[in-house]
């Protein structure tokens, strides 16, 4: 069966870093985008960052741009997430996704998630 676990979440200072990472299993991980995403308290889920199925193409949001960096491993089937100077606003609980490369429209599958907390 599908599925997408994220680990890495926890703790951590104003202008550290922290490393997640999503486990994928069930699905043919190197047909499909991956991306995170994240849900800060009291907001909207918003896209951090994406990565295409092969050529590891990548994209960011304007507001990591810089501080993130997506990676993925298609022999290992996982998708990670490096952060670096984060930022109180970066609070959230981080979610890994994947999207069939060939249809278009909303995400075929999502993890649990995980928790960041970005707090002095």
Known sequence: QVQLVESGGGLVQPGGSLRLSCAASGFTFSNYAMSWHRQGPGKERELVATITPTAGITNYGNSVKGRFTISRDNAKNTVDLQMNSLKPEDTAV???????????GAYNYWGQGTQVTVSS
């Open 94 to 104: 981080y979610y890994c996704a994947a999207r069939n490369r060939y249809y278009s």
